[in-house]
């Protein structure tokens, strides 16, 4: 079942036109991936998505509803973590959760998400003692007081350190083993491809590509590449007669790159047993998302660490 439907959404700050063509749909129960450099409008796409912001042209629909017509029944089955938000700073954890949860109907148990959150042994703490990490978890459980049916969550591991981006990875597969459908944005390539089952690519506010990580890859897949250094000497045009190969590249410190097609790996495995040779430190590179990303996108890696820099947020609460 399609939960949101986008399609042709166009959204412009005065002169800068933040979106400009971007259609896709969310299926219920999945981790739908908006994946984009800074400043590509990835923001502005799930504000408009949220009923945070009004687009200039084209239809979006959320759980059957246009969420520009503002109405409060489907604002409690939505939750949003926005990129850029913020809580006063004496506001105590416990306090920022009774109070959102104050704002619904039928709110989810707070002492139940504080622990689905990690947050219950800070329940007291004020908001500026919090940790990076705990902020995010904060974000999150502010999100899900509602108990929303889908959940936006805008930029959630930009400024963690590796051990609280993978915590809060893992949250968010428990968060869909809960039934909750969820809209990530990220720049983060190995964070899309862990966790999302299908991702759009934007790129200069347009949709370049709708599909599976695997699927993107696979679009920009190149040959296959061989790193190693043989443990002894070889003599290059033994390693070009093989059938597989298009490439050999004799680098620094005597290690070799092959470049082929299928089977390359086998051929060389087993050429250099059959020539007593050992092949050390070998590595197989094979296209990755990000190589799809650039194949499908204009030319340089979408940033990794600062926050998007396009049109500015219309919203500064966390959810």
Known sequence: ??????????????????????????????????????????????????????????????????????????????????????????????????????????????????????????????????????RQRLSIALALVGRPEVAILDELTTGLDPAARRATWELIGEIRARGVTIVLVTHFMEEAERLCDRVALIDGGRVVAVDTPAGLTARAAREQRIRFRPDRPVDPALLRALAPVSSVEALGGGELVLGGGDGLLFALVTTLAEMGVEPLELRLEQASLEDAFLALTADGPPASAAAEAGAPSRAEAVA
């Open 1 to 134: 079942m399609t939960v949101i439907d986008v399609r042709r959404l166009r959204k412009s700050y005065g002169d800068v036109r933040a979106v400009r063509d971007v259609s896709f749909a969310v299926e219920r129960g999945e981790i739908f991936g908006i994946l984009g450099r800074n400043g590509a409008g990835k923001t502005t796409t799930v504000e408009c998505v949220a009923g945070l912001a009004r687009r200039d042209g084209g239809a979006i629909s959320v759980l059957g509803r246009d969420p520009q017509d503002g109405d409060p029944a489907l604002r409690e089955r939505v939750g949003v973590q926005l990129q850029s938000g913020a809580l006063p700073d004496k506001l105590r954890v416990g306090e920022a959760i009774d109070l959102f949860a104050s704002f619904y109907r039928a709110p989810a148990d707070r002492v139940e998400l504080l622990d689905l959150l990690g947050l219950a042994d800070v329940r007291d703490r004020p908001f500026d003692a919090l940790s990076g990490g705990q």
